[in-house]
């Protein structure tokens, strides 16, 4: 049996290691064996990564509606609450989609292969985040423009359901009375 050890075949064998570590963590990290909720917020779905991910997109989807008469701080932290809600009332197979795609976008490798920064989304640049959703709103890959609309929608959704922002939407507000249902 030959014992010695060649410079090539340690290469090969690190390579090799360092490829299986990284299917192997992306794969927890899809299946979503390693999400924990960030109970800080007194969120029940998101993940702080998910938080971070949201607040980086926000204005950019939001445009100068966002962050209205907040603070920065503020918006982002009932945007975030409002997101969680909203995810919670979601069916299942909605839940994993969108665990599925906060998950992608927690890890670096996995964003770059998809075509997101790869800075973490606290780092990222407007323009980059910008770049990132023109790229899959205009992507020839039906999965990325369903993530765009989904994120879009979720976010508008959320965010237009403040009181802070019914009037840059047009909205009057919640009626006065609300009339009695017949029975």
């Known amino acids: 049996m030959n014992t010695e050890v060649s410079r090539r075949s340690f290469m090969k064998l690190s390579a090799s290691s360092a490829a299986a570590i990284s299917v192997g963590a ?94 973490s989304w606290p780092d990222a640049s407007a323009e980059d985040v910008e770049s990132f959703l023109v790229s899959w709103r205009n992507s020839m890959m039906g999965i990325k423009n369903m993530g765009y609309a989904s994120l879009c929608k979720i976010l508008s959704i959320c965010w237009y359901s403040q009181p802070e922002t019914f009037a840059l939407s047009g909205y009057p507000g919640l009626p006065k009375k609300i009339p009695t249902p017949v029975s």
């Open 26 to 119: 992306s794969t927890t990290l899809m299946t979503g064996c390693a999400r924990q909720p960030d109970n800080s917020l007194g969120l029940t779905f998101l993940t702080k990564d998910d938080a971070d991910f949201i607040e980086a997109i926000a204005p950019v989807v939001l445009n100068k509606s966002y962050p209205a008469s907040l603070s920065p701080e503020d918006a982002g932290e009932r945007l975030v609450k409002a997101v969680d809600a909203l995810i919670n009332t979601l069916g299942e197979h909605s839940k994993t989609q969108l665990s599925q795609l906060f998950t992608l976008m927690s890890s670096a490798p996995l964003r770059l292969a998809v075509g997101a920064p790869f800075a």
